[in-house]
């Protein structure tokens, strides 16, 4: 398919300020729906990074000490989603119960923790019985990760995933409670049991946006763009590359390829070249938080493999020209 300068340059358009709205209104949601539950918000709403629609608010129950830490994640937060229907992903961590992990001869009591003795499914259960309190019951629909608020006239749709604390001291040699590396663990209702780091991969992202003139978050959403594009005409590898594993894909692509040129059609050659030049480096990629492997199966490899070759097939830059076709 042909693309012009033009066609790119919307292409890598963040989406419009009515966006930061919806996603303040998100979180106001939730905040309304615990409240009902005793929850009292600690501080306004602010950002975790700068440069994002990383909107975070802290709430607490005094009574107990009860600890909640609310914030927009996933493309909305980055600033990377490009299609105006998507899910707002909210993430809804509970901080005064938390799962750790230490290096070898370590454990809790070293730290003076003590064991909970409570089921991680409660808390879900106890959120998911606030949103209903808040809204209609038809409109909180439990799915096995996430609570769904559905949208309507003036709301967009909320994923909202209740999860715990994860706190990493594999790298701490002075018993410091606060010197962890925080993820969040999420308990699924088959029963899974997922590790995930929202935060640094936000962190991450403001960092190679800076160090990439500003080009990486452009790029992605260029990317993003076109996987659409090829999952409407059914390629089964681009529907199967996650919005999520986009954002990694390019995010393991040296800074120096973003600002070789400064025409994204260019750039954007420079970045196929260097994924199809590296292909079996793919399974050493990681995800945009700097911390899991990208791919963590043979099939997963293959498919984002092929999905490179995809991208470079798809693509057939006309420099210079004022429409595509």
């Given at each position: 398919?042909?693309?012009?300068?033009?066609?790119?340059?919307?292409?890598?358009?963040?989406?419009?300020?009515?966006?930061?709205?919806?996603?303040?209104?998100?979180?106001?949601?939730?905040?309304?729906?615990?409240?009902?539950?005793?929850?009292?918000?600690?501080?306004?709403?602010?950002?975790?990074?700068?440069?994002?629609?990383?909107?975070?608010?802290?709430?607490?129950?005094?009574?107990?000490?009860?600890?909640?830490?609310?914030?927009?994640?996933?493309?909305?937060?980055?600033?990377?989603?490009?299609?105006?229907?998507?899910?707002?992903?909210?993430?809804?961590?509970?901080?005064?119960?938390?799962?750790?992990?230490?290096?070898?001869?370590?454990?809790?009591?070293?730290?003076?923790?003590?064991?909970?003795?409570?089921?991680?499914?409660?808390?879900?259960?106890?959120?998911?019985?606030?949103?209903?309190?808040?809204?209609?019951?038809?409109?909180?629909?439990?799915?096995?990760?996430?609570?769904?608020?559905?949208?309507?006239?003036?709301?967009?749709?909320?994923?909202?995933?209740?999860?715990?604390?994860?706190?990493?001291?594999?790298?701490?040699?002075?018993?410091?409670?606060?010197?962890?590396?925080?993820?969040?663990?999420?308990?699924?209702?088959?029963?899974?049991?997922?590790?995930?780091?929202?935060?640094?991969?936000?962190?991450?992202?403001?960092?190679?946006?800076?160090?990439?003139?500003?080009?990486?978050?452009?790029?992605v959403r260029i990317i993003k763009e076109m996987r659409y594009?090829?999952?409407?005409?059914?390629?089964?590898?681009?529907?199967?590359?996650?919005?999520?594993?986009?954002?990694?894909l390019i995010w393991n692509i040296p800074d120096f390829y973003?600002?070789?040129?400064?025409?994204?059609?260019?750039?954007?050659?420079?970045?196929?070249?260097?994924?199809?030049?590296?292909?079996?480096?793919?399974?050493?990629?990681?995800?945009?938080?700097?911390?899991?492997?990208?791919?963590?199966?043979?099939?997963?490899?293959?498919?984002?493999?092929?999905?490179?070759?995809?991208?470079?097939?798809?693509?057939?830059?006309?420099?210079?020209?004022?429409?595509?076709?």
């Open positions: 398919m042909h693309f012009t300068e033009e066609q790119l340059k919307r292409y890598a358009k963040p989406l419009s300020d009515t966006e930061k709205s919806m996603c303040k209104k998100a979180i106001d949601m939730v905040r309304e729906s615990l409240q009902t539950l005793g929850f009292e918000s600690e501080g306004d709403m602010d950002v975790l990074k700068q440069d994002t629609f990383s909107y975070r608010l802290k709430m607490r129950k005094h009574s107990n000490s009860y600890k909640i830490n609310i914030f927009v994640k996933g493309s909305y937060a980055n600033n990377t989603n490009v299609r105006q229907n998507s899910d707002v992903d909210i993430a809804i961590v509970r901080e005064d119960v938390f799962y750790t992990q230490f290096r070898k001869g370590v454990n809790r009591e070293n730290y003076n923790f003590t064991q909970a003795n409570e089921s991680p499914f409660a808390y879900k259960d106890e959120v998911e019985k606030a949103l209903k309190q808040k809204f209609y019951s038809a409109d909180v629909q439990r799915g096995n990760k996430a609570i769904r608020i559905n949208g309507n006239t003036y709301r967009k749709e909320a994923d909202c995933v209740p999860c715990l604390r994860y706190r990493d001291y594999r790298k701490d040699f002075s018993f410091n409670t606060e010197n962890y590396v925080g993820g969040i663990k999420i308990f699924s209702d088959k029963g899974e049991e997922i590790i995930n780091y929202p935060e640094q991969h936000i962190d991450n992202g403001v960092i190679k946006n800076k160090n990439t003139n500003y080009n990486y978050k452009k790029m594009q090829l999952i409407e005409q059914g390629n089964k590898n681009a529907k199967n590359t996650s919005s999520f594993g986009v954002e990694g973003f600002i070789k040129y400064s025409s994204f059609g260019f750039i954007f050659e420079e970045l196929i070249n260097y994924l199809e030049m590296n292909l079996s480096d793919i399974n050493s990629f990681k995800e945009a938080n700097g911390i899991l492997n990208l791919c963590n199966t043979p099939e997963k490899i293959k498919i984002y493999q092929q999905f490179v070759r995809d991208l470079g097939n798809h693509f057939n830059y006309k420099y210079g020209a004022s429409n595509g076709a």
